[in-house]
């Protein structure tokens, strides 16, 4: 067994190296939007952050101390802002057809947490009499595995960074005998290199070249 040390990513550099997780994700490319999905093998405590002027989300609610449901099922990650938020219903579906969910009587509720970003003008063909988002859910669901495809992939297939493409990135941390994951659909506004240069304002935190591998910024940084 390869012995890792504190502050190495792990040997997928994934959200996926943290034991018990698995990711699923599936594209509309027509609509140039996505859905990922993580299921943990074992519900799983939760917590959330939610901020910014417009958020979209679902359950979320659920993940503050006072609530009575202490873990989840699932978490959601869509594109196609509102719309977005029905892939959390097509996670339930899939869950509950296999017995997983919160107990209530004899029936079984699927706890799935959901976030969207906003990708209904990058440019895809959103003219949709039902929103794909359901049915992408139910799929990635089906494809979950350990391994993650980032960039062009799931809710980040539709992402924006300022002029840039956005999209899916992951990483882990070892920390200890414990391992830290990372997930994210990057959607930001701005720019996200230095100003002049094609350096990412992230590049002094980028490991194994998981960024490209460019070159440090030469110009001086604004004060």
Same mark, same amino acid.
């Given at each position: 067994?390869?012995?890792?040390?504190? %502050?190495?990513?792990?040997?997928?550099?994934? #959200?996926?190296?943290?034991?018990?997780?698995? *990711? /699923?994700?599936? !594209?509309?490319?027509? =609509?140039?939007?996505?859905?990922? *999905?993580? #299921?943990?093998?074992?519900?799983?405590?939760?917590? $959330?952050?939610?901020?910014?002027?417009?958020?979209?989300?679902?359950?979320?609610?659920?993940?503050?101390?006072?609530?009575?449901?202490?873990?989840?099922?699932?978490? $959601?990650?869509? /594109? %196609?802002?509102?719309? @977005?938020?029905?892939?959390?219903?097509?996670?339930? !579906?899939?869950?509950? +057809?296999?017995?997983?969910?919160?107990?209530?009587?004899? =029936?079984?509720?699927?706890?799935?947490?959901?976030?969207?970003?906003?990708?209904?003008?990058?440019?895809?063909?959103?003219?949709?009499?039902?929103?794909?988002?359901?049915?992408? =859910?139910?799929?990635? $669901? !089906?494809?979950?595995?350990?391994?993650?495809?980032? +960039?062009?992939? @799931?809710?980040?297939?539709?992402?924006?960074?300022?002029?840039?493409?956005?999209?899916?990135?992951?990483?882990?941390?070892? *920390? @200890?005998?414990?391992?830290?994951?990372?997930?994210?659909?990057?959607?930001? *506004?701005?720019?996200?290199?230095?100003?002049?240069?094609?350096?990412?304002?992230?590049?002094?935190?980028?490991?194994?070249? !998981?960024? /490209?591998?460019?070159?440090?910024?030469?110009?001086?940084?604004?004060?």
């Amino acid at each position: 067994m390869t012995p890792w040390r504190d %502050g190495q990513p792990g040997p997928r550099n994934a #959200l996926t190296d943290v034991p018990g997780l698995r *990711v /699923g994700q599936a !594209e509309d490319r027509t =609509a140039w939007t996505g859905v990922t *999905v993580v #299921l943990p093998d074992s519900p799983a405590i939760a917590a $959330c952050d939610i901020r910014g002027g417009g958020p979209g989300t679902r359950e979320t609610d659920l993940l503050g101390p006072s609530a009575m449901v202490e873990r989840v099922h699932a978490i $959601c990650l869509s /594109g %196609g802002s509102a719309f @977005g938020l029905d892939a959390a219903s097509g996670v339930m !579906e899939h869950l509950a +057809g296999r017995g997983i969910g919160f107990p209530v009587g004899t =029936a079984r509720v699927p706890i799935v947490p959901a976030a969207i970003l906003f990708d209904l003008l990058n440019g895809g063909d959103k003219t949709w009499t039902t929103p794909p988002y359901r049915a992408l =859910a139910i799929r990635a $669901c !089906e494809h979950a595995s350990l391994d993650i495809a980032q +960039g062009n992939a @799931g809710a980040g297939y539709g992402a924006k960074a300022g002029r840039l493409k956005g999209g899916l990135g992951t990483a882990s941390l070892r *920390v @200890g005998e414990d391992w830290v994951g990372a997930l994210v659909a990057a959607n930001p *506004v701005g720019s996200v290199l230095h100003p002049g240069t094609l350096s990412f304002w992230a590049w002094p935190y980028e490991q194994l070249a !998981e960024l /490209g591998g460019r070159c440090r910024p030469q110009s001086r940084l604004p004060a």
